[in-house]
């Protein structure tokens, strides 16, 4: 099947509908799934507070001597990561081949790291992810081309996140078995490498029995699509050093940030917990159970953190905090952005581009 038969098939079966339509993004924070994962989400937060015996007022008293000028900082280089994020999609686009098949080219690495952030704001309020699809969407409606091979290179981003995640939590828990009992230790590396044969199996199946399964299970309409997933997906795992290098960079650069919210606490971490609980935090992140990891991420942190050895409201203080910058600021820049009168997800992307 020829480029321009898989282009007019790919174009009618998906159009312009994207996977989390612009229109009803906001309807979609009041359907039930979403109210769902808010409700399950504070229930884990309740459950947290109550079964830690968490005080309130201290945890807030340590809060309030915050020091402003290090916790910027940490915001700061919170932010500071989306430029490398955006160039490394960049160069997962290149492998797929976009720079070939995309009338536009590929956008800016600074635009598809304003199409992640959005994706940041939508998986802040929706559930399984559905962020992910949407700043895949916003990518393609930019180049023009096939959302499904688009998704493809996404899928490919988290397979490499989840590899390199899991080799630095290897290095990482060497160091931190001095500080956190060693059960604890087990269960988070469980969980990450539960992940990361899910994936490496989910892998092997679309390499090698995928073309099978697609010709038994999914009607024929739907091949062309795989296929296009298919070939982003896998075409994205080409000339990978430099995206590895940027992928461990990405999430020290993650570990910085915890290292300085603490730090704005007057807490001092040792390096090998700062990078073993930034890494924990991207891992209870992926679990696509409540929006943004609303509640698990805030429970994982405090509970590594006080098997550290540090205060529960201490732990409790720099969860919050840190939970501040990753999931309340970028849900606060994107309810801003709708009431302000720009709809993030139509306005602001066409004038990104034009600015492009």
Same mark, same amino acid.
């Given at each position: 099947?020829?480029?321009?038969?898989?282009?007019?098939?790919?174009?009618?079966?998906?159009?312009?509908?994207?996977?989390?339509?612009?229109?009803?993004?906001?309807?979609?924070?009041?359907?039930?799934?979403?109210?769902?994962?808010?409700?399950?989400?504070?229930?884990?937060?309740?459950?947290?507070?109550?079964?830690?015996?968490?005080?309130?007022?201290?945890?807030?008293?340590?809060?309030?001597?915050?020091?402003?000028?290090?916790?910027?900082?940490?915001?700061?280089?919170?932010?500071?990561?989306?430029?490398?994020?955006?160039?490394?999609?960049?160069?997962?686009?290149?492998?797929?081949?976009?720079?070939?098949?995309?009338?536009?080219?590929?956008?800016?690495?600074?635009?598809?790291?304003?199409?992640?952030?959005?994706?940041?704001?939508?998986?802040?309020?929706?559930?399984?992810?559905?962020?992910?699809?949407?700043?895949?969407?916003?990518?393609?409606?930019?180049?023009?081309?096939?959302?499904?091979?688009?998704?493809?290179? =996404?899928?490919?981003?988290?397979? *490499?996140?989840?590899?390199?995640?899991? &080799?630095?939590?290897? %290095?990482? +828990?060497? @160091?931190? !078995?001095?500080?956190?009992?060693?059960?604890?230790?087990?269960?988070?590396?469980?969980?990450?490498?539960?992940?990361?044969?899910?994936?490496?199996?989910?892998?092997?199946?679309?390499?090698?029995?995928?073309?099978?399964?697609?010709?038994?299970?999914?009607?024929?309409?739907?091949?062309?699509?795989?296929?296009?997933?298919?070939?982003?997906?896998?075409?994205?795992?080409?000339?990978?050093?430099?995206?590895?290098?940027?992928?461990?960079?990405?999430?020290?650069?993650?570990?910085?940030?915890?290292?300085? =919210?603490?730090?704005?606490?007057? *807490?001092?971490?040792?390096?090998?917990? &700062?990078?073993?609980? %930034?890494? +924990?935090? @991207?891992? !209870?992140?992926?679990?696509?159970?409540?929006?943004?990891?609303?509640?698990?991420?805030?429970?994982?942190?405090?509970?590594?953190?006080?098997?550290?050895?540090?205060?529960?409201?201490?732990?409790?203080?720099?969860?919050?905090?840190?939970?501040?910058?990753?999931?309340?600021?970028?849900?606060?820049?994107?309810?801003?952005?709708?009431?302000?009168?720009?709809?993030?997800?139509?306005?602001?992307?066409?004038?990104?581009?034009?600015?492009?």
């Amino acid at each position: 099947m020829d480029d321009n038969t898989r282009t007019a098939e790919e174009t009618q079966l998906n159009g312009d509908v994207s996977p989390v339509e612009e229109s009803s993004l906001w309807k979609q924070f009041f359907q039930l799934r979403t109210l769902a994962g808010f409700i399950v989400s504070f229930a884990i937060i309740y459950f947290l507070v109550g079964r830690l015996n968490i005080d309130l007022a201290q945890t807030w008293g340590h809060i309030s001597n915050v020091d402003p000028l290090r916790l910027s900082l940490g915001i700061l280089i919170y932010y500071a990561a989306f430029p490398v994020r955006g160039y490394r999609w960049k160069l997962l686009l290149k492998n797929a081949g976009f720079d070939e098949c995309s009338e536009k080219g590929i956008p800016s690495s600074w635009t598809l790291s304003r199409f992640m952030a959005m994706g940041w704001f939508a998986n802040c309020i929706l559930p399984a992810k559905l962020g992910d699809a949407y700043r895949a969407y916003l990518a393609k409606r930019g180049m023009c081309v096939s959302f499904s091979k688009t998704m493809g290179t =996404v899928l490919a981003e988290r397979v *490499i996140d989840v590899m390199v995640i899991f &080799v630095m939590l290897l %290095a990482a +828990t060497v @160091a931190v !078995l001095r500080y956190v009992q060693i059960d604890a230790v087990q269960n988070i590396m469980q969980v990450g490498l539960a992940l990361v044969v899910i994936m490496g199996v989910g892998l092997v199946v679309m390499a090698r029995f995928g073309g099978f399964f697609v010709e038994r299970l999914l009607p024929k309409r739907f091949h062309n699509i795989y296929q296009l997933f298919h070939e982003g997906t896998f075409h994205s795992f080409r000339s990978l050093p430099v995206v590895i290098i940027l992928s461990v960079l990405i999430w020290l650069v993650e570990a910085a940030r915890v290292y300085l =919210v603490a730090s704005s606490l007057g *807490i001092t971490l040792d390096t090998g917990l &700062v990078v073993f609980v %930034a890494l +924990t935090d @991207a891992l !209870l992140v992926g679990i696509p159970l409540t929006p943004g990891g609303l509640g698990l991420v805030e429970a994982g942190l405090t509970a590594i953190l006080m098997l550290a050895s540090i205060s529960t409201e201490q732990a409790a203080s720099i969860a919050i905090l840190d939970r501040v910058i990753t999931y309340w600021s970028v849900l606060v820049l994107g309810v801003g952005l709708h009431f302000w009168g720009l709809n993030p997800f139509r306005a602001l992307r066409a004038r990104l581009y034009a600015s492009d």
